[in-house]
């Protein structure tokens, strides 16, 4: 394959899957046939139980500048349903979800790295929503997530105005968890990845589905508890002051 042409890559190591927006000669734009591979791309990796975390990022300096506008000339509609797709389906990732964001994360962008459940940037990294650029309706599903992150003020001035804000007002709005040194996101990320590769997949699974409001899901999650080995492990490893083996998975629920 080109290694120029736009495409996902995906490595998993160590429990961390980490899946690389790759489109240089855009800025790392997504087109549709990367919109459309990324939900079965995130299926596949929810059923390998060997995944425990997922990390989004993009090639080289940047993380991603959205959709690649050329596209919008065919049909803007489809277009924001593909990215509606993605961005939907990475919300829906059952385990954690990590975005580590360096230089544009812009557009569709954005929208992926809202859908992460964090968001790590490195100093100088740029976030815009800007569909009002380009008169476009941003998706109802899309601008709830961003108003439930960010707020309504917060939100509205990026929807308004399309204007970039970089990592200082991002961490202070909520858009962003941490900021890191250039040179130090990779190692950060990388370290913070392993803790939640080694912590309980039962613990944050049901953490994440209540998070997002789930209210239909206590007595699955009580039955899952009961019927898993964690707790009894956790406190095990706890009192025997050594770390604790999780074995539960959500690969095996799904």
């Not at 790392?28 to 990022?57: F, K």
């Not at 990732?93 to 992460?116: E, H, I, M």
């Not at 476009?136 to 997530?145: E, G, H, K, L, N």
């Not at 913070?192 to 239909?216: H, I, N, P, W």
């Amino acid at each position: 394959m080109d290694r120029t042409e736009p495409r996902l890559i995906t490595s998993v190591e160590r429990g961390v899957a980490t899946v690389v927006i790759a489109n240089p000669a855009k800025r790392n734009a997504m087109t549709p046939a990367m919109w459309r591979s990324l939900p079965e791309l995130l299926g596949r990796l929810a059923a390998d139980p060997a995944v425990r975390v997922l990390v989004l990022t993009g090639s080289g300096g940047t993380f991603c500048a959205g959709a690649d506008i050329s596209t919008l000339r065919e049909s803007a509609a489809t277009a924001q349903g593909l990215a509606v797709a993605a961005e939907e389906a990475l919300a829906a990732f059952p385990r954690p979800t990590l975005a580590a964001v360096r230089g544009y994360c812009v557009g569709g962008g954005s929208q992926l790295a809202a859908a992460c459940d964090l968001r790590f940037a490195e100093e100088g990294a740029s976030f815009g929503v800007t569909p009002a650029k380009l008169g476009i309706v941003y998706p109802a599903s899309s601008t709830r997530r961003l108003v439930a992150l960010l707020g309504p003020a917060t939100a509205k001035h990026l929807l308004f105005s399309g204007e970039l804000i970089g990592t200082e007002r991002a961490l202070r709005t909520g858009l962003v968890d941490e900021v890191l040194p250039p040179g130090g996101l990779e190692q950060r990320v990388e370290e913070y990845a392993a803790v939640l590769a080694s912590r309980s997949q039962l613990t944050q699974a049901a953490a994440k589905e209540f998070a997002a409001g789930r209210t239909d899901r206590d007595a699955h999650w009580a039955a899952e508890a009961h019927g898993s080995a964690d707790t009894a492990e956790g406190v095990a490893a706890f009192l025997e002051r050594r770390a604790p083996r999780f074995t539960y998975t959500t690969a095996s629920t799904r």
